[in-house]
């Protein structure tokens, strides 16, 4: 992404999807980020503080979740598993499904730590995939500027479901209907780029 504005709204309609499903919400970012989500859901007449209090949205500090993952300042499976993992679990225990939505492989793609990234995006993948929730990760647009980076945006597009770029375009929805039928091919061209996983459980873009 390159809008901060638009990261706001945006990741706020992914959260207010999830609080009118009744999903259990999950946010993993700086903690200026989690501030403005929070304030971004008020202003919408939500009361967060309220469902911080029944645990229904969780906001965690990504810098200090990070280093509870890390062996040697890489990520590890285990510790994942072990930190992440149970988080989400002891969630699932009032709800039936968890929304989540994570800032944690674009420290690493900023570090310019390409394998970091990518263990982080496999270590998701995985728990996707044995659990009922769904995803959305964003990267910052300057990261993949400069044609040298194309191989690693591919990499980085064949962990996800979907790729969608969004700031360009009216609503989410439309781009949504849009990474419905492909994956965007000229990475140069994104502006705002949210990454969706499918909901494991319905099989459906969220």
């Known amino acids: 992404y390159s809008n901060e504005a638009f990261l706001y709204e945006s990741v706020g309609n992914y959260i207010e999807s999830g609080l009118k499903e009744d999903d259990g919400i999950l946010i993993i970012a700086t903690p200026e980020h989690n501030e403005r989500f929070k304030l971004t859901l008020e202003t919408r007449g939500y009361d967060i503080e309220m469902e911080v209090t029944k645990q229904k949205f969780v906001l965690l500090d990504v810098m200090v979740i990070l280093p509870q993952i890390l062996i040697d300042e890489m990520p590890d499976e285990g510790l994942f598993e072990k930190v992440i993992g149970e988080t989400i679990t002891k969630m699932k225990a009032q709800y039936s ?26 270590c998701w993948s995985t728990l996707i995939q044995t659990q009922s929730c769904i995803l959305l990760c964003s990267y910052k647009k300057r990261g993949f500027e400069g044609s040298k980076n194309e191989k690693i945006f591919q990499e980085i597009c064949q962990c996800h479901s979907r790729i969608i770029p969004v700031e360009s375009l009216k609503t989410v929805r439309e781009a949504c209907i849009l990474a419905s039928t492909s994956l965007v091919q000229n990475f140069e061209d994104i502006s705002f780029c949210m990454i969706y996983f499918l909901d494991q459980k319905n099989n459906q873009l969220i």
Do not use: C, H, N, Q
């Open 97 to 122: 499904r968890v929304r989540i939505y994570t800032e944690m492989m674009d420290f690493f793609f900023e570090k310019g730590s390409i394998r970091g990234t990518l263990v982080l995006e496999t």
